[in-house]
């Protein structure tokens, strides 16, 4: 994810257009805003409570609003259409119907990837839906849902190349583009670990690590050529296909390196107690897993169901 900080006061173009386009959805919206806000009246003029949430899941319910921090540019994950002037993608759904479930509207904001992992939120989001990988790193900083998909890493080289087919013999000491703090990064560096498999090793030897914001930005960096700026680059494999799919001159080489599990992350040392929201979210992702909502939405944006790790696998 990639968000960069600018003068106090001043907004970007992107900034200003995300502010507008991102703001609550009406209708249903206007009238759930107008009931909490009744609610809250009713008891303070009662003298019923202090009119404070005490916790998370009841501060999101109370605001009427569960804040999403995302990535305008990872399809077919999240990204910002600019044509429609919407969010799509596929996490984008799921935190629309965590959202409903909660009873609440969402509202989308981009925030720098390096902030999420190292749990640098304050309060500026209640939850992060943006494919992000479980590992015991991370789960110190971040409280994590059972898995609401699966992914593959895989390596893709600009489609001219000719001399990279096998990643495990052909990419020793080559640059190999990847997201900056990303479990691509730990994978090259040797210093992956996921739960249940322990530490991954990595196929490729004495590679030359080059990192960038986003996946996004190593793919486009990619493109520009075959060993112009890199040999290869390292991402989930639903990513690249889409990169390819939208025309961009890459092609998937080798099999997946390893399997990740895919998680909806919340802040551990929230401003407020976070527990019965973390429970509540869960369950949430259980119920849409059991339904098939989350089948319906991944055969939506994949082509194919990616929500058990076997489906995954037999990419």
């Not at 991370?138 to 890493?153: D, N």
């Not at 112009?228 to 639903?238: E, K, M, T």
Request: proline share 5%; with cysteine; charged share 25%.
């Amino acid at each position: 994810m990639s968000a960069r900080s600018h003068p106090a006061g001043a907004r970007s173009p992107l900034q200003a257009r995300l502010a507008d386009e991102t703001a609550p959805r009406r209708g249903r919206a206007t009238l759930l805003g107008l009931l909490a806000a009744l609610t809250l009246a009713a008891a303070a003029c009662g003298g019923g409570g202090t009119g404070q949430a005490t916790d998370m899941l009841e501060a999101v319910r109370d605001r009427g609003v569960l804040r999403a921090v995302t990535d305008p540019r990872y399809a077919p994950q999240s990204f910002y259409d600019a044509r429609l002037g919407r969010w799509r993608g596929f996490d984008i759904d799921v935190a629309t119907e965590i959202a409903d479930r909660l009873g609440v509207e969402v509202r989308f904001e981009p925030g720098a990837f390096e902030d999420l992992v190292a749990g640098s939120w304050q309060d500026d989001w209640d939850i992060s839906v943006g494919s992000m990988t479980v590992t015991p790193a991370r789960a110190e900083k971040l409280s994590f849902t059972p898995a609401y998909y699966y992914a593959t890493a895989a390596v893709a080289v600009h489609k001219d190349n000719t001399s990279i087919s096998n990643p495990e013999a052909d990419l020793d000491g080559k640059r190999v583009g990847v997201c900056d703090g990303c479990t691509y990064e730990s994978y090259l560096r040797g210093t992956l670990e996921l739960p249940g498999q322990g530490v991954i090793p990595s196929v490729v030897q004495n590679p030359l690590v080059v990192t960038y914001g986003t996946d996004s930005e190593a793919i486009d960096e990619l493109a520009r050529g075959d060993g112009v700026r890199l040999d290869a680059v390292i991402s989930a494999l639903p990513t690249l296909e889409e990169a390819i799919d939208t025309g961009q001159p890459i092609r998937v080489v080798g099999g997946p390196l390893f399997s990740e599990e895919l998680a909806v992350a919340m802040l551990k040392d929230a401003p407020l107690d976070s527990t019965s929201f973390v429970q509540r979210v869960s369950q949430i992702i259980q119920e849409m897993h059991a339904d098939g909502t989350l089948t319906s939405l991944s055969n939506k944006w994949y082509g194919t169901d990616l929500t058990t790790a076997k489906g995954a696998a037999n990419r």
